[in-house]
């Protein structure tokens, strides 16, 4: 079996063939670090966090950069706006951006290169496009020729004349021509600057990523990937200036998510349905955003509201309580089961099937039916009259390499301390003695300790509320 990709570029699926057997080359744009990530901002850093696992678990070593966008006129609005240097708006966000992606379970990437950090290297790219006559200095800003580089367009599959029809000039820009797009930008007045051959300034938003990307993982990636609202103007940016410094494709397969919309409606500040990941976590499991998130094919847009939100928890709650059943069925004395190799072979063709639907393109919207199709059949397991640990751990263990896979947590819950045990042993012993008013009271006092007791043919299991 093999991973098929659908490619922004060509816009259709292709069999997955890395640079170099068994390593993947993967980039992803980053956010601009001026305030707490939106859910917007949350969807490709779930998604593409899903696809590193997934490759990951495949068995490639994938070397997964992302980057942090920490200078440019928003984050200098910004700081202004506090009063402070963008140094420290800029660290403090960046801090609170790990906060937000650690609790919906994304690792951090292999690199999490800053602007700032390579300014140097920046500037050796530019000069060596206005050296190459792709780019040319104007009034201390730097622009590229985007008639010169012969692809223009390529990627969002539009030409140069159909968009030279909105192009425009802004004031205070000094274009050869209003498709030209800005790699550095001259100093204004109480900004944070640095030296270059053009004099004092900052670089443009489209030059960083291909510097930094080039720099970390070399001429040629294999994914690069973002949010649909990046494939234009930024990424067609980005093959323009990086294919012409080097004259080799900047990256083989181009990887878009959809977007998100609030109760039907495009997220913006205007509307006032823009919802910050640091503010819904704090109401809401992040565990189940993220299971929310990977509900939907990551290509598709995705309608948040608080009604699919809810419907999400109830989902992800049956598969973590199948998961839990299984683990206390192990806990209690086992017989041999007489349908081992039959149970086991069940497991591993959902295993089979799993890996099927994801190596579709990532399907995870497919990958979470396999995983209710194999909560499905461990209720069915469960009702058998004699179990084995090697079923029962199959099962378990199955259920913890496919969760991890989509990076959700499904782990046993922590122990009780010894005051609860004992009620928890004193309300079994009243319903084995028929006393039903005292387990009925010893359930309301743990629940008001938020402990909830189920009863279930296996025998009573609790879980947090």
Excluded at 20 to 46: D, F, L, Q, S, W
Aim: charged share 30%.
């Amino acid at each position: 079996m093999s991973i098929q990709i659908y490619n922004t570029l060509t816009r259709k699926k292709e069999e997955f063939t890395p640079i170099e057997p068994g390593k993947v080359k993967m980039y992803v744009c980053g956010p601009t670090v001026y305030n707490y990530i939106h859910i917007g901002n949350a969807r490709p850093v779930i998604v593409f966090d899903t696809v590193r696992r997934y490759l990951t678990f495949r068995g490639y070593d994938v070397q997964y950069v992302s980057n942090f966008t920490d200078v440019d006129d928003k984050i200098i609005k910004a700081a202004n706006e506090l009063k402070e240097d963008v140094h420290t708006l800029t660290e403090r966000f960046i801090e609170a951006y790990f906060e937000d992606i650690a609790a919906l379970g994304t690792e951090k990437a292999t690199l999490h290169p800053r602007v700032t950090e390579n300014i140097d290297t920046i500037i050796e790219f530019i000069q060596t496009l206005i050296d190459k006559g792709y780019a040319y200095e104007s009034g201390g800003d730097v622009y590229f020729r985007t008639r010169r580089f012969d692809g223009y367009g390529k990627l969002s599959h539009q030409s140069v004349d159909e968009l030279q029809v909105g192009a425009r000039i802004e004031v205070g820009e000094k274009k050869e021509d209003p498709l030209d797009f800005v790699l550095w930008k001259a100093a204004k007045e109480n900004e944070i600057k640095w030296s270059s051959p053009w004099g004092d300034g900052r670089p443009g938003w489209h030059i960083e990523c291909s510097a930094m990307a080039r720099k970390y993982l070399g001429d040629t990636l294999d994914i690069h990937a973002g949010g649909q609202d990046l494939a234009f103007p930024h990424h067609e940016n980005e093959i323009a200036q990086s294919e012409a410094l080097t004259g080799k494709p900047f990256a083989n397969y181009w990887m878009h998510n959809g977007y998100i919309n609030i109760d039907n409606e495009k997220m913006s500040k205007s509307l006032g349905n823009f919802i910050l990941v640091h503010d819904i976590i704090q109401e809401l499991n992040p565990q189940v955003l993220r299971f929310f998130m990977l509900s939907v094919h990551y290509r598709h847009p995705i309608n948040f509201s608080r009604e699919l939100v809810e419907n999400a928890e109830k989902s992800l709650e049956r598969l973590k309580t199948s998961f839990q059943n299984l683990q206390h069925r192990k806990e209690m004395s086992v017989n041999l089961g007489e349908n081992d190799e039959k149970w086991l072979n069940t497991i591993q063709s959902l295993h089979e099937e799993f890996v099927k639907e994801m190596d579709d393109d990532f399907n995870t919207a497919n990958g979470i039916s396999v995983l209710f199709e194999l909560a499905k059949q461990a209720n069915y397991y469960l009702m058998e009259k004699n179990s084995s640990v090697e079923v029962l751990d199959a099962f378990i263990n199955k259920f913890k390499d496919l969760f991890s896979v989509l990076g959700i947590s499904i782990k046993e819950e922590e122990l009780l301390d010894e005051e609860i045990e004992a009620l928890i042993e004193q309300r079994i012993q009243a319903r084995k003695d028929r006393n039903f008013a005292l387990a009925d009271e010893i359930r309301d006092r743990l629940k008001e300790q938020n402990i909830i007791l189920e009863d279930t043919p296996q025998g009573t299991r609790w879980k947090r509320g």
